[in-house]
């Protein structure tokens, strides 16, 4: 089955469209072609095994092969990149290669000539983008699901066999003119979601650049927030033994993430800012910093609402990223847009410096989930004038606070809370009743039993102004009470509860 010249042009026209439209319009590393610039284990390990060529003869004269699955494969094994180009542009022989190549797969199941096979596809996709077309053409003309021949492939045994299969159905699902179904697409985004694990897994910069390559195609970004990937992506970046280049092949999945103007807008909640400023901070590695200062950059120009991008800058300023930002407009970058995108950031950032309140900026380190020992936490003027705003927006605030009661495990994080929630109760009147109504009272009393004795001695304190409180405020009602009526008796409300039950 020959293609048309229509259907070649829709299929350059496709693989070239994502990276055309980046490079024009949104400052591309120059390198998202080549994806990364490091060996890794798979590559390294695919290299020794091209080494050694299966014997196909014996496979054919045991019966296992048929006869025209040999002759092609014994065939396309010999021949160079020309040689393979010339054979692939007789239709024949096309779908001679998808078939041979499919029912290897099923039929061989000797480790090293799986691989060698997995390895010589992978190769011969590389060389020319829209043969993925060959393996297209071919199920839809066999009426099978082509999908299934590869993900069978994820119950192997051999590590190598899955995550270059893994490369391979990438290479698919992003070179052929049609994308991948929804419910395919799940299972594989899935797949890649479980293995982006931080530690024990050697073949993560395969699946992470297996990632970067199915995030650039947009309907591929949705799917993969709607499974909840970013957190999974935090995961590895939060880990602090984690190499640069997976830094930096992560740090290229959240930067076109952000071309998705509806993800942009929902990023802060992934408390990506606070980490990502502490790698800007850490790394020597300029292509780490290219991309942090991206990704930032998007932050502050892709979302629709203002008051979205505002909050960005806010957590920004607030994760002081300030100073590093000027530090990085006085160093000279081989790449430009790295200078440009800082320049860009800082603009914003002095912009809305100008009008930022204290409350803004505690606001900011609430949802950062990074707090500590600021100077607004213990001013007692802060709290007079700001406890109620704690109730804004559904008592989003207060909510925070109480999660990261029942969530972090840092202990700073956990004494910094417990001392907020307590002030926001001391100068609240109705506080205590906004914490009964959140259940925050059973989450405060278990810190009681924390091993760390900051965290205890800071949940004893906030467990004291939870009583506190109320004796205080019924006290100060009875006395106003009292004024008004002479009549009342010592033992009516003029009398202050010896103790209240919290």
């Known amino acids: 089955m020959t293609q048309s010249p229509q259907e070649k042009d829709a299929i350059v026209r496709r693989l070239s469209d ?45 019966q296992m092969i048929s006869k025209d699955d040999y002759e092609f494969i014994s065939n396309f094994d010999q021949l160079n990149a020309d040689g393979r180009a010339k054979l692939l542009s007789d239709p024949n022989s096309r779908n001679q290669c998808a078939k041979t190549f499919l029912t290897l797969m099923s039929k061989l199941f000797k480790q090293q000539t799986l691989r060698y096979l997995l390895t010589l596809m992978d190769q011969c ?16 003309m066999k009426k099978e699901q082509l999908w299934s021949y590869f993900f069978n492939m994820f119950a192997n045994q051999d590590q190598f066999v899955v995550y270059q299969t893994s490369r391979i159905i990438a290479k698919l699902a992003c070179w052929s003119v049609e994308r991948m179904p929804p419910s395919d697409l799940s299972y594989y985004l899935a797949w890649l979601k479980e293995q982006l694990k931080p530690q024990g897994n050697e073949y993560l910069q395969s699946v992470c650049r297996s ?22 992506i935090m995961q590895v970046l939060n880990n602090a033994t984690v190499g640069f280049q997976v830094q930096y092949q992560l740090l290229f999945c959240l930067w076109v993430l952000t071309f998705n103007r509806n993800i942009a807008a929902i990023m802060s909640k992934y408390t990506v800012i606070p980490r990502l400023s502490e790698i800007l901070a850490e790394t020597q590695k300029e292509k780490v910093t290219r991309m942090i200062v991206a990704f930032l950059r998007n932050l502050l120009e892709k979302p629709e609402s203002d008051k979205v991008i505002r909050e960005n800058a806010m957590t920004m300023i607030a994760c002081r990223l300030v100073k590093p930002l000027e530090l990085l407009s006085n160093k000279k970058f081989d790449d430009d847009d790295i200078n440009e995108n800082v320049e860009f950031i800082k603009e914003k950032l002095e912009g809305n410096l100008a009008d930022v309140t204290s409350f803004d900026e505690y606001a900011v380190e609430i949802r950062s989930g990074r707090l500590s020992w600021t100077p607004v936490h213990q001013m007692e003027k802060f709290w007079v004038e700001n406890a109620a705003k704690l109730n804004e927006s559904n008592f989003e605030l207060l909510r925070m606070l109480l999660r990261l009661l029942e969530q972090s495990k840092e202990p700073l994080v956990l004494c910094v809370a417990a001392h907020d929630i307590g002030e926001y109760v001391r100068h609240y009147p109705h ?11 059973v989450i405060i009393m278990r810190l009681l039993e924390n091993p760390d004795s900051n965290v205890r001695y800071q949940g004893l304190l906030c467990v004291q102004k939870l009583m506190v409180h109320n004796w205080d405020y019924l006290g100060k009602q009875a006395d106003i009470s009292a004024g008004n009526n002479s009549n ?9 509860p010896v103790e209240s039950r919290a």
Do not use: C
């Open 431 to 441: 506080g205590k009743k906004a914490i009964d109504k959140l259940d925050g009272k």
């Open 18 to 62: 994502d990276i055309n439209q980046f490079k024009t319009s949104h400052h591309l590393p120059d390198d998202l072609e080549s994806m990364t610039d490091a060996i890794s284990h798979l590559q390294k390990q695919a290299q020794e095994v091209m080494r050694q060529k299966p014997k196909w003869q014996s496979y054919f004269q045991g």
């Open 488 to 496: 009342l008796t010592n033992n009516g409300l003029g009398q202050r």
């Open 125 to 140: 996709l590389r060389e020319d983008k829209s043969r993925v077309e060959i393996f297209n053409t071919y199920a839809k």
């Open 211 to 232: 990632l970067q390559m199915m995030l650039r195609i947009e309907p591929y970004r949705e799917a993969f927030v709607a499974i909840d990937g970013i957190p999974s």
